[in-house]
């Protein structure tokens, strides 16, 4: 399916793996100019090199640290005739209340609440003067089933998906359209790490972290491709009625039940 996606640019926060990655691979194969961004400058070159070395597009990168709003400002500046926002930047701890003091949280939501928030306004206003531009948040199931385990996640991704629907709700009175994704289990470095440490723990063997997926939906955590596809999906215009909501890719997981 040809998305008619060519020729215009895309900027993604997070951008150099997993979900961030895989939404600038999906977006590259459609002839999408990227702009990337991420903390670490090291990272963001591998991405670039790993892109242009399969698709004919221009890849800029920038090492900012999005938690200080200065650096937004510097990008809305650079670059104000984006068409694609796609806010992905932000791990949030996990840890119940006692666990997470008030400076782990700040700082989380530093980065990802205040981040997004500070993005979409810079860009929105950008994009607002010429009627034209798609902003995806990435946000995250906790959001809609909530883990006193992971407190500070949960109560940040609810914020931030009421946020997306609030400012996408009528984003089209100025053209525009705002969307959010919620991911379930996703099989990034992250995930991976965390379930090999755990599966070291339990198991004896970091190996066989995979059988500690057997509780999810299919057996296996989510692909960042398989959340990179519907990210270049709501970016286009096939997509155009579709604002001001939120699309959950969890393999049913929200409405499953407990599955540990």
Known sequence: MDLQLRGRTALITGASKGIGFASAKSLAAEGVALILVSRTEADLEAARQ???????????????????????DRLVAAHPDIDILVNNAGAIPGGDLWAINEERWRSAWDLKVFGYINMCRGFYAAMKVRRRGVII????????????????GSTGNAGLMAFTRALGGSAG???????????????TDRLVGMMKTRAESQLGDANRWEELMQPLPMGRAGKPEEIGVMVAFLASDLSAYTMGTIITIDGGAANRGPMF
């Open 50 to 72: 790993r892109i242009v070395g399969r698709h004919n597009v221009n890849v800029q990168i920038y090492a900012y640290d999005l938690s200080d709003s200065q650096n937004v």
């Open 137 to 152: 948040n990435i946000l995250g199931m906790a959001g809609e089933k909530m883990d006193r385990g992971y407190i500070a």
């Open 173 to 187: 009175d100025d053209g525009l359209r705002v969307v959010g994704i919620n991911p379930g289990a996703i099989a």
